[in-house]
């Protein structure tokens, strides 16, 4: 495993955290939830949307892609010192391919 792959995972989780953080809102409320054609964001509601696009969104709530970054880090920590290529950590960088600093080696 290369500690570029890992540095690069590392920083693109430290960025969604960053994200769903910011998008918990001032009142604490991370979870959102799916209702027809709308999706509730505890204060705010937006409606409209086809209803698989509503609960597409509902499920990237903040508490949810928190608790994903945790698993993923909790992942790599146990993956830190396998010989490369760790097929584990490979998937895990997959979803960031187009990412402009993705290793090429990876």
Known sequence: MTKELVRFLEARLREEADLARRCDGD????EW?????????????LSGLPPTIALH???H?????LREIEAKRRILARHARDPWP???L??????YADHPD???RA
């Not at 939830?33 to 509601?45: E, L």
């Not at 490979?90 to 979803?95: E, G, K, T």
């Open 102 to 104: 993705f290793p090429s």
């Open 90 to 95: 490979r998937d895990l960088a997959l979803p």
């Open 86 to 88: 760790c097929h584990d």
């Open 57 to 59: 969104v509902a499920l």
């Open 27 to 30: 009142d604490g409320c991370g």
């Open 33 to 45: 939830s799916a209702r027809g054609d709308m999706v509730d964001f505890c204060q705010t509601d």
């Open 61 to 65: 709530d903040p508490a949810r892609v």
